[in-house]
């Protein structure tokens, strides 16, 4: 029997359902699901399912692909296509495909809908009786691995759309303990009251140890700028003498104002600039790129 997925309002059959590569669920993990169990011709916890889908969307601030009603005769629509009596029904949704950037899509953009189904579903009750588990325990690590440079963006994409609209270009993010992580796609700088260069540790997988921040760090030491590697709180950033983030996009980019605190005098401060200028040489220095990129 054809087996269907359904993909922004068609059936499709299912090996060649897809959605755009520039889609944000694969780009940043920008979506959500549900997944909703057919067990012997109806939906268990349709209703419950649906609310969550709604809460969950409205949290993330993607629209609702359709109204409840409309999405409940989708989903019936799609049983009866892929003539299903038990089946597992996975509800996919995402802010939609668009130019690559963390900051929500402007425009017109809509939700990506995807529905499709597991092929294994089985609900029989004797057999479930069957079915013994067994479990593990694991550290929760949810979000604590800020290590992995991971498409699972979701926080960094609400992170960015928030400074947007606070007006600025990035969020710098704090830990439970009030202290400056990184930015949502960069690494946080601070030259601290005494001039010295600050930035945060790499161990304990708090931030993501920057390529970028690698390579300045070996400038720095190269060019005998000190720098000290320690966590410093959103209040010392305020009164920073200079700000800055890191990334291989951003390069070096001056942070002029932090929460409404003017950094410095507000410009392009003396050590940002020679950083600025030491990477730039070093990013575009065509001897050492065709030495790092010669085949062996
Ligand atoms: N921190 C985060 C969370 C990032 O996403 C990025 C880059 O995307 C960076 C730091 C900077 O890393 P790199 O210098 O390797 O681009």
């Not at 005494?194 to 945060?200: C, I, S, Y």
């Amino acid at each position: 029997m054809p087996r269907y997925s359904y993909v922004n309002g068609r059936y499709v059959p299912h090996a060649g359902a897809a959605v755009h590569i520039e889609d944000r669920g694969f780009q940043f993990a920008d979506g959500v699901y549900e997944v909703i169990s057919f067990v012997n011709g109806h939906f268990a916890d349709e209703a419950g399912h649906l609310d969550r889908l709604e809460r969950s969307l409205h949290e993330m601030r993607i629209a609702q692909p359709m109204p409840r009603k409309a999405l409940q005769l989708v989903l019936r629509a799609f049983i009866r296509r892929n003539r299903l009596k038990n089946a597992y029904v996975y509800i996919q949704v995402t802010r939609g495909a668009a130019p690559r950037d963390f900051r929500f899509p402007a425009g017109d953009v809509r939700p990506t809908l995807v529905i499709t189904h597991l092929l294994r579903a089985r609900f029989d009750l004797e057999a479930r009786k069957k079915l013994l588990g067994k479990a593990v325990t694991v550290p929760d690590i949810r979000w604590k691995r800020r290590d992995i440079k991971t498409t699972g963006l979701t926080a960094q994409v609400l992170a960015k759309q928030e400074a947007v609209e606070r007006g600025a270009y990035e969020a710098w993010m704090v830990d439970d303990k009030g202290f400056v992580t990184e930015g949502s796609s960069t690494n946080a700088w601070i030259v601290d009251k005494k001039g010295m260069l600050v930035t945060r540790p790499t161990d304990h997988h708090d931030i993501l140890k920057g390529v970028t921040r690698n390579a300045i760090q070996a400038l720095c030491k190269k060019e005998g700028v000190k720098l000290v590697e320690r966590a410093f709180t959103p209040a010392e950033a305020y009164k920073a003498k200079e700000a800055f983030i890191t990334a291989a996009g951003t390069l070096v980019m001056p942070i002029v104002e932090i929460d409404g605190h003017k950094i410095g005098d507000g410009r392009l401060g003396t050590l940002t600039e020679k950083i600025l200028d030491l990477y730039f040489a070093y990013a575009s220095d065509k001897k050492r790129r065709q030495e790092r990129w010669t085949p062996k």
